[in-house]
Structures are given as C-alpha cells and as structure tokens.
C-alpha cells in the first residue's frame, strides 16, 4: 500500500525502489546494522510504547538509568575534579585563624572552574557566615556544606530535568543551538538511548544549510536503525521538512520523532526566526509540540553560553539544555551558573565522544563527581 503521505521511500537494495514524487521531503529506512544494533538482553527497566502513561514512563526511566552510569559522570569531569582539588589541600589543615585567606583561595578555584562571579561569592558568603557562627568547625565540614550549597543551587527551583514528552503519539523534540556545539551528535545518541528501550524513533534531518548535515545525520539513522527523513532538494526549508517528517510520525504510528536544526548564531534574527517557522510547522501536526526543545551548548565556552542560552529562549522557549564537550575542558562549574542564571533544567551532559557518553544529567552525581 503507498503511504498516505507524499514523500519517497528508499527500500532495502534487495528490491526496486518506487518512482520519486513531487514530496519535498524523502524517507529512507536502514537495514538493521548488526553491530550498532540495541542488545536484545530485556532491561529491567524496559516499557512497552502500548503501555498506559508509556512517554511519563520513557522520560523517568532514561533518567533513572543514569544513576547506573555513575562512573561516567564521574570520569567525564577529571578536569573540573583535578582543577578543584586545591580546595582539598586547602582544607586538610584548616583552622579558624585561617579562614579568611582559605575563603578567597577557594573563591579563586570556583571562579577558575567558571561558577562565575555571582554564585561564587554566594557560595563563599554562607560558608563564611557558618564558619563564624560555629555551625562548620572542621575542614571535612565546610567541604560536605560547599557540596550542599552547589546541590541546593541546582535543585532550589524544581526543575525536572526528566525529558517531558507529553501523552501523545508522537513525542517530538527539536534540537537547537550554534554551529560547532554537537547537535547532530547528540541527537544521533538521544536515538540510541530511545532505541535501547524499544522505542520506535524517527529522524528529521531538518539542517538544511550545512551541506553534509543529512550525510552525518544519515550515518546516525544506520548506526541506530532508524528511519530518517531528509530534503528532497537543495535549499528545502527546515520546516517543510520538519513538517512532513512529524506528519510521517503520526500516520506511521511512530514514538519519538527527533528533530535536528541548522546552526545558527544567536545574534542572526532571521535565521532565529526559522526556528519559530519550524515550531509552528510542528505543532500545525501535533497539538502543543514539540513536547521538548533542547538547546545543544558547547560546555568548553564556559560562562559564555550564557548570552546564547538566553536569546534562544526568548525566541523558542528552550526547555531544557544538552552541556557538550564538558570531558575536554576544567569549566565545569558553568553547569551550575547555566541553572542558576536561567532556570532551564540541564538534561543531559556529553562526557565523551562514545554513542553511551550523553548522559542524562544528575545533580548529585555531578556534585560527587567534582567534589569526590
């Protein structure tokens, strides 16, 4: 049966592909790379997509995994951890007389880890006035409150940094962001995460400026054994594609459709303003989405994220952030200015260039992970 949709279908090399049409967008199906492939071993995790509240389900336990991926957070930040370790030496031999002179060292190693200025002196005035008040009377003391302190900034406001994908078939997710921060990259491991769980996951290859964004994304789509969909011709606009590639979703009884965007720089406004042309194409499919927009930041810009971050929520209403690259760089501590400064949930970190290494970011684990 042809399919409802006016798009081409690229069929196995085994049998003879249809007649192109007049579609702006084409699909092209993988066959299943044996080696990329999801293990077949059950998780104990693993939900079923007919399940009742199966989306609520996919958000919490991708989430939940990450708690078993401890020791990637851990490693993924041995710079930040390596730059911070003077605050250990700092504190092995503290005493009261020389809290003063160990306050401004450890507000240099927080400035230097880019805490950023703000947080920073919030940081140090509460241990400061602890430390006075005789609440911390021990080095072992004031680095357990410096941990606290770091976790309450990042929990203070309740952000849930599970994905939210709604209670519709299907979710959609549009990825955004700069030319350079990764968000090809991580989207093609955001399907390999879905695709573990048995979720049936569609890419939309909606970069149409950058000429060899359909090919990576389309090395993706092999390596995850999904389908993808991709501009029938030069300069398309990305909603047009975006558009048909949701509409594809729906009818085709899809889970997750994951949206890829060009690079844009955030001081561009007509380019910005496509993303708003891309998200109204979206939702004209699927009522109120796309359920999440993911902005991809390179985490070795450090506390220069922050204008970027901004202005893409002001024109698309980010909901949550991806912090890339964070393994190569001793900027860590910018995951806390980003929450702090921005109320918008981080929800995964890359701290690797493996296809495991974008992981879903918790806030504990991170805080044991620079502070062990």
């Known amino acids: ?16 592909p249809p007649p192109p049409s007049n579609s702006a967008a084409t699909l092209i199906h993988f066959p299943l790379d044996r080696h990329y492939a999801s293990p077949t071993r059950m998780s104990r995790f693993k939900c079923s997509a007919g399940e009742p509240g199966f989306f609520t389900k996919l958000g919490r336990l991708i989430k939940e995994k990450a708690k078993s991926d401890v020791e990637k957070i851990f490693s993924g930040f041995s710079k930040t951890r390596d730059n911070l370790a003077v605050i250990d030496e700092l504190l092995l031999y503290w005493n009261l ?4 002179r160990v306050l401004d060292e450890l507000e240099e190693a927080l400035l230097v880890a880019d805490f950023g200025p703000r947080i920073t002196i919030k ?43 709604g209670f519709r078939k299907p979710a959609v997710i549009m990825i955004v962001g700069v030319n350079g921060g990764g968000k090809t990259t991580s989207l093609g491991k955001l399907a390999h995460r879905f695709k573990k769980e048995g979720t049936k996951v569609l ?8 000429a060899a964004a359909s090919d990576q994304l389309e090395i993706w789509a092999e390596r995850t054994n999904c389908e993808i969909v991709v501009a029938e011709k030069a300069n398309e606009k990305a909603a047009t594609v ?74 698309v209403g980010v909901t949550g952030l991806i912090l890339t690259k964070l393994d190569g760089t001793a900027r860590g501590g910018c995951v806390v200015s980003v929450v702090d400064e921005l109320g918008i949930p981080v929800k995964f970190v890359g ?16 805080v044991n992970a620079i502070f062990p």
């Open 123 to 165: 940081i140090v005035d509460i241990l400061r006035e602890d430390i006075y008040s005789g609440k911390l009377k021990s080095g072992s003391e004031i680095k357990d409150a410096l941990k606290r302190s770091i976790l309450n900034l990042l929990t203070a406001k309740g952000l849930k940094t599970e994905l939210q994908l």
């Open 97 to 100: 007389s020389d809290t003063d």
């Open 351 to 366: 701290v690797g260039e493996g296809v495991e290494d974008l992981q879903p970011f918790d806030a504990e684990a991170f």
């Open 203 to 210: 890419l939309a290859a909606g970069d149409t400026f950058r």
């Open 1 to 16: 049966m042809s399919s409802p949709l006016p798009s081409r279908l690229l069929h196995l090399p085994s049998k003879p």
């Open 242 to 315: 975006l558009l048909q590639a949701v509409k594809r979703g729906k009818v085709e009884g899809y889970d997750v459709v994951l949206c890829d965007t060009s690079g844009r720089l955030h001081t561009n406004y007509s380019l910005m303003e496509e993303l708003v042309a891309c998200k109204k194409a979206i939702g004209k499919v699927v009522p109120r989405a796309p359920n999440e927009i993911l902005q991809v930041l390179d985490g070795t810009t450090g506390l220069n994220m922050l204008p970027q971050a901004r202005e893409f929520n002001d024109v």
